[in-house]
């Protein structure tokens, strides 16, 4: 199949940058979106051209290094599904595919789609470790878990932190990230020491690294590949009351 591409070129963060349309003739339908970035690089490569850079890592939509905007939706138009798993039977013969990296200011562009997502990592730096010595590891089911608690702190640690959630959100928010993050440490036991100052850097560190604020758009929980729902969003709030108050 024939598959046309216009994807967003920039040589550097301060350059100007472009879109430029590439024709692949031969995309095969079981290609996921990144191996037909592969096939267009090499293309590229071969006619002496600088290759489209983007990230990437496991490829199997657990690592949460590919992210950028397919047509207009992060990760693209398939639910759940990261656009490393995006296939191309999904596609017709003909179609044109429109990419472009992430935009937000508080992840600056590199080059072409890749963009600086370190600031998800300051956030997690933030909210630190565990500062009392733990000793050994305890027996398993030593400690006991709620078994809807351990369910939800589950559902939020799949988390994968690939950003489509601020790609997604009209305010460039981090908040589904954040919020992912520190209630899936607040729900359960082991995380509850460090549970109001962990919350507070976390959520300070957010505010500080330029994302947006959360108005209840809803656009992240819609992009998420793992589904994760804004409550997360609600329980920081409420985490963040508590904390301030101790
Ligand atoms: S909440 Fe979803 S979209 Fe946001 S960073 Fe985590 S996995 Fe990615």
Partial sequence: MKIKLKVWRQTGPTAPGQFETYEVPDANPHMSFLELLDVLNEQLMKEGKDPVEFDYDCREG?????????DGTAHGPQQRTACCQLHMRHYQDGDTIVVEPWRADAFPI?????????????IIQAGGYVSVNTGNAPDANAILVDKHDADLAMDYATCIGCGA???????????LFTAAKISHLALLPQGDPERATRTR???????????????NHAECEAVCPKGISISAIARMRREYVKALGR
């Fill in 62 to 70: 657990i690592c949460g290094s590919c992210g950028v905007v397919v």
């Fill in 201 to 215: 850097a976390m959520v300070d560190q957010m505010a500080a690294e330029g994302f947006g604020d959360c108005s």
């Fill in 165 to 175: 959630c601020v790609a997604a959100c009209p305010n460039a928010s981090a908040s």
């Fill in 110 to 122: 590199i080059k072409d789609l890749v963009v600086d997502r370190a600031a998800f990592d300051r």
